[in-house]
């Protein structure tokens, strides 16, 4: 389900908490609101959801939350530590309000099993 776009990815800006769906795979969203949860659909193979702080630094919680019965995996590297996302299912991707700063951003594809893959990240994300 992976979409080409000519080399241009589509760009939404969110305002407000919202549920994405399979269609919106693909896009890269911007996110400049306090408190916004991201709820992100059951995993498709392929689903593709880009991420980008677009706050001012120490001003944004962004709470990406998966499917009830999906989980996200990977790692974030920080200076000093590497966090580990284990994919426990329901378990929310969050970026840290204190820490965060102005085009911290995050890439998630969905494996179509367990839930999203953390494909790429700046900034420091943490399990919520």
């Given amino acids: 389900m992976i979409k080409a776009y000519d080399g241009v990815r589509p760009v939404e800006t969110i ?4 549920s994405l769906v399979a269609a919106d795979s693909g ?15 059951a995993t498709v193979e392929g689903l593709d959801y880009h991420f980008v702080n677009t706050g001012a630094d120490g001003n944004n919680i962004i709470r990406l939350s998966p499917n009830a019965s999906d989980g ?17 299912a329901d378990t929310d991707f969050l970026l840290t309000k204190s820490t965060a700063l102005k085009g911290d951003s995050c890439q998630l594809v ?8 953390i494909v790429a990240s700046t900034g420091i994300w943490a399990s919520a």
Avoid at 15 to 18: C, K, L, N
Avoid at 27 to 41: C, R, S, V
Avoid at 72 to 88: C, E, N
Wanted: aromatic share 6%; net charge negative; proline share 2%.
């Fill in 72 to 88: 996200i995996f990977g790692t974030v590297t920080l200076a000093a530590s590497v966090v580990q996302m284990a994919g426990t």
């Fill in 110 to 117: 969905g494996d179509g099993v367990d839930g999203y893959a």
């Fill in 27 to 41: 896009k890269t969203f911007l996110l400049a609101t306090d408190g916004l949860t991201i709820t992100l659909p």
């Fill in 15 to 18: 305002t407000a908490s919202i």
